[in-house]
């Protein structure tokens, strides 16, 4: 056990975070910012999210995007304060929110039409076929209101037997007429060997995956980051805070919060800045449901002190601790260990929702998209085989069942 580590677990002396540094270091958030509807606060330049090239596409966008599930009336104030801090990548699905999202960025764009050009947006289809993605496109466009999308995801490719060449021929189809400036794909389950594959094909502009201090360790990751950017392929980063389909033990969290709190940011903050350290990454992708969350995030994006090599460490060492918490996606190793089609990896990340994100509509949504027969068969599947071979040490059938009891 390293000093770090030693420090997190048994150091009783250390504080939690108190209101007093709390405040503090909202306080200070608020200033680099300048804060929203104050004047005083509005005469001062506005500071920008610093930008990064996406990939090889001679396209820069900023290192913090708009991760979209919009629902509110108040999403047209939010997505203006996000222009106005240079988040002008915006990310939403056909799915988001019943289609909500997608409606919600169409509203700002019938508001502030001149925006458009300004922004980075990109949208996914969940179909399987390219005439269901040419009706998700159509969809998409008139919801949000433009007749172009800037990139175009296939949404949530779990292997790479999906990246078949009727994919790349419609791509190719869209971008000609005009629908489609860049195509590519989003992916939460075996994704390095989704990114590997898509480094050799030459027709994938874009990747945003599943990324943060728990995976970007790991040899497999590190090789299929360096592959994709050597193909020019532009990174996004998504679900960076880690959280996973347990929620993780409140006293070793409040700890790790503690240690950074002191340094003047919050855990999350430092989440986001040890992503950002990999300079292949163009951006992350977060959700950002209302303006204390959008602050907060623009705040880290701001600040450019980078991480230190204990606070690095300590964050892997948090990782190593609270492995068995989270699900890395690695899906084809557990699933290959029982009845064929019952989608662990999926019902992990559901519970994920539930239980990280406190998403419950989302994760019971993508939940009751698992066929019935499917998921009365999960209830009496013996899932030993699959706990033997997890490398995160994951109880899998307790999960299986509580995710039954909870979401189904
Ligand atoms: S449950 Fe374990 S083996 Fe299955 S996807 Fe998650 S981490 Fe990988």
Partial sequence: MDNGMKELIIDETIHYVSRRTFLKTAVG?????????????????????????????????????????????????????????????????????????EKGMGKYFEKYPADRKRIFLVTKSHAWTTEGMSEDLNLSLERMQTDYIDLYFMHSVSSSSELTADKKAWAEKMKTEGKIRLFGFSTHSNMEECMLAASGLG????????????????????????????????????????????????????????????????????????VWEHPNIASICTEMPNMTQLMANVAAALNRRKLSAREVNLLRQYARETRSDYCTGCSAICESAVDSDIPIGDVMRYLMYARSYGDRHRAKTGFQTIPADIRSRMQGQNYNQAEQRCPQNIAIGSLMREALKELG
């Fill in 203 to 274: 027709w994938i502009d874009g990747i945003m995956m599943r990324y943060n201090y728990r995976l970007m360790h790991t040899d497999d990751m590190r090789s299929a980051m360096d592959k994709c950017a050597r193909a020019g392929i532009g990174l996004t980063a998504m679900k960076s805070q880690g959280g996973g389909q347990v929620k993780t033990d409140s006293e070793i969290e409040l700890k790790l919060a503690g240690r950074f709190m002191n340094k003047g940011f919050t855990d999350a903050q430092a989440k986001l800045k040890a």
């Fill in 29 to 101: 958030a608020a200033s680099i910012l300048g804060a929203p509807g104050n004047p005083a606060m509005a005469a001062q330049p506005q500071a920008i999210v610093p930008t990064r090239p996406f990939g090889k596409t001679g396209i820069d966008v900023p290192i913090l995007s708009f991760g979209g599930s919009l629902s509110t009336s108040l999403s047209t104030l939010l997505l203006r304060q996000a222009v106005k801090w240079g988040v002008t990548y915006w990310d939403t699905a056909n799915t988001y929110m019943g289609g909500r999202s």
